[in-house]
T-cell receptor
């Protein structure tokens, strides 16, 4: 079974619609992240969360919001989707701790198309 | 600000040969970590190898090794004995340890194609 799951895996929607992407993890990690990937730009951080009560903006948070419903669940919302939000979205998790490896573990990704 | 640069958009290698994927970085934090991830055509991100800035030896993980040259701020990934399954996008990433959150910043990636 996958440790980090994302739903849906693919979504096509129209401009102006509200969309929620969901992420669940069974790794027991406190830290969770949302990234988007665009061709030629690598991955860019949208939001991140240390724990249920801690949510922070990343480098490209405009147009997005998040909810950390539980330690294992972190949702990303597009309140009013626009075409330039068409991208591959990844959720990731990592264990806490400073000065150690703590690599991030990624979900399978959600491919979102906004028409 | 932390920055990762991958200057090779694409690389070609023949099966069973070694290949080096370049990565340079910029940071003012003396404590940082460098990561390589593989993204096959199926899309998932797979962690490959990690190098800490204070590690004395270059990291190795099976056929993957990291050529870490701290003074030159480079962290090149070396894949030995390439296999067809190594065809994928490869991303270099860095995390500064002394910032408040330890954000992971990615390069733009290198697409590797392994030919028979």
């Amino acid at each position: 079974d996958a440790d980090v799951t994302q739903t849906p895996r693919n979504r096509i929607t129209k401009t102006g619609k509200r969309i929620m992407l969901e992420c669940s993890q069974t790794k027991g990690h406190d830290r969770m992240y949302w990234y988007r990937q665009d061709p030629g730009l690598g991955l860019r951080l949208i939001y991140y969360s240390f724990d249920v009560k801690d949510i922070n903006k990343g480098e490209i948070s405009d147009g997005y919001s998040v909810s950390r419903q539980a330690q294992a669940k972190f949702s990303l919302s597009l309140e009013s989707a626009i075409p330039n939000q068409t991208a591959l979205y990844f959720c990731a998790t990592s264990a806490p701790g400073q000065g150690s490896r703590n690599e991030q573990f990624f979900g399978p990704g959600t491919r979102l198309t906004v028409l | 600000a932390q920055k990762i640069t991958q200057t090779q958009p694409g690389m070609f290698v023949q099966e069973k040969e070694a290949v080096t994927l370049d990565c340079t970085y910029d940071t003012s934090d003396p404590s940082y970590g460098l990561f390589w991830y593989k993204q096959p055509s199926s899309g998932e991100m797979i962690f490959l190898i990690y190098q800490g800035s204070y590690d004395q030896q270059n990291a190795t993980e099976g056929r993957y090794s990291l050529n870490f040259q701290k003074a030159r701020k480079s962290a090149n990934l070396v894949i030995s004995a390439s296999q067809l399954g190594d065809s994928a996008m490869y991303f270099c990433a860095m995390r500064e340890m002394n910032t408040g959150f330890q954000k992971l910043v990615f390069g733009t990636g290198t697409r590797l194609l392994v030919s028979p």
